[in-house]
């Protein structure tokens, strides 16, 4: 029987953390704030934006909500994006993906300050992790990294194995497992002889975005388990990219599908906000 990773109770304990620094910050005159950018009413996005701002009453962010139709121009919302960068009071900016099909999305991601890219999305936040340096990290990789850790997960010189290469989930996946110094094998839909890869693996990160793929045949007894997937399945409930039933009784450690991965994007979004905040006010210290 797995131990469950429990992210709703990881990402209270990180939100509470949180909000107990954004209480501090406010004693010393900074106000953390957030602007988050909607464009049109993709039902999904709605519900995501509904969670963020939720998320930043509780902890004391202030969120600044923009919600512009469906029928903006990319011009339009690059020009928003302009004044977002510029105002000193924003600490952090998140355009909620998908667009619509007539905004190019590197557009907009390049246009946010590498210093407000609290989504880590920008080219030079993906360089900058790359190469070791500080910037922010991709949401959901980070989460997993917590975690990982705060389950008591030792990642050093494990094999660890991450299905998926996705700019958003798979490569910086790959990157923080090496930073913490994992061993890294990564797969993709070209790979051959998959399940061999994956039984391998100590720590085995799925997200090809395929429910119920990953049987137990594809999982080494006693391995870490990270489901990224989410899906409705035939029953309209939600699964993972992992067959639960399956490999539960195989792994050492599990994430479920909801309340695994799920909650920690959004507290590592808060994370990484915080993070952008308190760069600014040691700048200010030193300067």
Known sequence: MAKLIDGKQISAQIKDELK????????????????????????????????????????????????????????????????????????GILVQLPLPDHIQEDAV??????????????????????????????????????????????????????????NIVGKPMSL????ENGTVTICHSRTKNLKEICRRAD???CAIGKPKFF?????????????????????????????FAQVEPVASMITPVPGGVGPMTIAMLMSNCVESARRKEEKRSNS
């Open 109 to 166: 991601i390049e246009a946010i300050s590498p210093q407000k890219d609290v989504d880590g999305f920008h080219p030079w936040s993906v360089g900058a992790l790359c190469i070791g340096k500080p910037g922010f990290v991709s949401c959901t990789p980070a989460g997993i990294i917590q975690l990982l850790k705060r389950s008591g997960v030792d990642i050093e010189g494990k094999e660890c194995v991450v299905v998926g290469r996705s």
């Open 20 to 91: 107990e620094e954004v209480a501090q910050m406010k004693e010393r005159g900074t106000q953390v704030c957030l602007a988050v950018i909607l464009v049109g009413q993709d039902p999904a996005s709605c519900v995501y934006v509904r969670n963020k701002k939720k998320a930043c009453e509780y902890i004391g962010i202030r969120s600044i909500s923009c919600e512009l139709p469906e029928e903006t121009t990319q011009e339009e919302l690059l020009e928003k994006i302009r004044e977002f960068n510029e105002d000193d009071s924003v600490d």
């Open 176 to 179: 923080l497992l090496l930073r």
């Open 215 to 243: 049987t137990k045949d594809y999982v080494k007894e006693g391995a870490v388990v990270i489901d990224v997937g989410i899906h409705r399945n035939a029953e309209n409930k939600l699964c993972g990219d992992v067959d």
């Open 203 to 205: 720590i085995l990160v």
